[in-house]
């Protein structure tokens, strides 16, 4: 049975195993479809806005949302 | 995936060591993980007092930029940017690693993630075996295309900084710390609780299933 996740955006910095896997099929292999979901206008919310104790950040926003199950921190 | 961090400064900058950075300006992007190595790299070389930071973009393009035109004394970088900064002649006065945790909400069962924890594991074993080949992806998978980046040769990253190993169970204690840590600067509060923050059975039957 073909499984499906989805997961917010990665870059190289932190999900290059992702991307890998993605390329190279690797987790279709493992019976796994990966997506990663899109942002909207306005996701993107500058992090300057935010204060140490109240951070502003895109990091789960997507899960939040209910748009993505998994997001890496 | 591991995550190098470099605590960088202007070309010609008189800062040659984190305690060089005590009361100077720091950019980080409060939120990212980013943002707390820089604290840690910080904290690690002065007293708390003596940190002084604000918030800046999470676009590391865009605090690169801000720093060259001297917005602020230091900023904090990931690869590719890590790369440019050296090449632009920016001093590295620290760098360190940590890791990035993926978060699951309960929809992900112990079979879902068992197979993305399969899958990351074989990415890690191809990228460990070739990372010279690899480090394209610092290159085609950044924040957007910049010049900066696109000018980098595959040979100009440093190897050492790409760090790449398979996923493990999050170690209860190293959580328990996060936290803890976390809380001492005021970005959580209340007591750390292993069940609202780790699935031990889903993460146990994830990571058995290999």
Redesign the interface.
């Given at each position: 049975m073909l499984?499906t996740?989805v997961i917010e955006p990665?870059?190289?910095?932190?999900?290059?195993?992702?991307?890998?896997?993605l390329d190279?099929d690797?987790?279709a292999?493992?019976?796994?479809e990966?997506q990663c979901a899109s942002r909207e206008p306005g996701d993107?919310r500058?992090?300057?806005?935010?204060?140490?104790?109240q951070?502003?950040?895109?990091?789960?926003l997507l899960?939040k949302r209910g748009a993505a199950?998994?997001?890496?921190? | 995936?591991v995550?190098?961090g470099a605590l960088i400064v202007a070309p010609h900058a008189s800062i040659y060591t984190p305690q060089d950075l005590a009361h100077r300006l720091v950019a980080l992007?409060?939120?990212?993980?980013t943002?707390y190595a820089g604290l840690q790299m910080l904290e690690s070389a002065m007293p708390r007092e003596a940190v002084n930071?604000r918030?800046?973009?999470?676009n590391t393009a865009k605090r690169f930029a801000a720093l060259m035109a001297g917005e602020f004394d230091a900023t904090v970088v990931?690869?590719?940017w890590i790369t440019v900064a050296e090449k632009a002649g920016c001093r590295l006065v620290s760098t360190t690693f940590f890791y990035?945790?993926?978060?699951?909400?309960d929809?992900?069962d112990a079979?879902?993630y068992g197979?993305?924890v399969?899958?990351?594991t074989?990415?890690?074993r191809?990228?460990n075996a070739d990372k010279r080949s690899?480090v394209r992806?610092?290159k085609?998978?950044?924040?957007e295309p910049t010049p900066e980046v696109q000018a980098l040769s595959l040979d100009d990253f440093n190897l050492s900084r790409?760090q790449?190993k398979a996923p493990e169970p999050i170690p209860e204690a190293d959580a328990r710390w996060d936290w803890d840590w976390m809380s001492s600067?005021?970005?959580l509060s209340g007591e750390y609780d292993i069940e609202s923050q780790i699935n031990v059975a889903v993460q146990a039957a994830a990571h058995a299933g290999g």
């Amino acid at each position: 049975m073909l499984r499906t996740m989805v997961i917010e955006p990665v870059r190289a910095f932190n999900g290059m195993d992702v991307l890998v896997a993605l390329d190279e099929d690797l987790f279709a292999a493992e019976g796994l479809e990966v997506q990663c979901a899109s942002r909207e206008p306005g996701d993107m919310r500058s992090t300057a806005d935010g204060t140490l104790e109240q951070p502003v950040s895109a990091q789960g926003l997507l899960q939040k949302r209910g748009a993505a199950s998994m997001y890496q921190a | 995936m591991v995550v190098c961090g470099a605590l960088i400064v202007a070309p010609h900058a008189s800062i040659y060591t984190p305690q060089d950075l005590a009361h100077r300006l720091v950019a980080l992007d409060y939120g990212n993980g980013t943002a707390y190595a820089g604290l840690q790299m910080l904290e690690s070389a002065m007293p708390r007092e003596a940190v002084n930071t604000r918030s800046f973009d999470a676009n590391t393009a865009k605090r690169f930029a801000a720093l060259m035109a001297g917005e602020f004394d230091a900023t904090v970088v990931q690869e590719p940017w890590i790369t440019v900064a050296e090449k632009a002649g920016c001093r590295l006065v620290s760098t360190t690693f940590f890791y990035g945790t993926w978060v699951a909400n309960d929809t992900i069962d112990a079979e879902t993630y068992g197979a993305f924890v399969r899958a990351t594991t074989e990415a890690a074993r191809r990228i460990n075996a070739d990372k010279r080949s690899y480090v394209r992806y610092f290159k085609t998978h950044d924040f957007e295309p910049t010049p900066e980046v696109q000018a980098l040769s595959l040979d100009d990253f440093n190897l050492s900084r790409l760090q790449v190993k398979a996923p493990e169970p999050i170690p209860e204690a190293d959580a328990r710390w996060d936290w803890d840590w976390m809380s001492s600067w005021g970005v959580l509060s209340g007591e750390y609780d292993i069940e609202s923050q780790i699935n031990v059975a889903v993460q146990a039957a994830a990571h058995a299933g290999g």
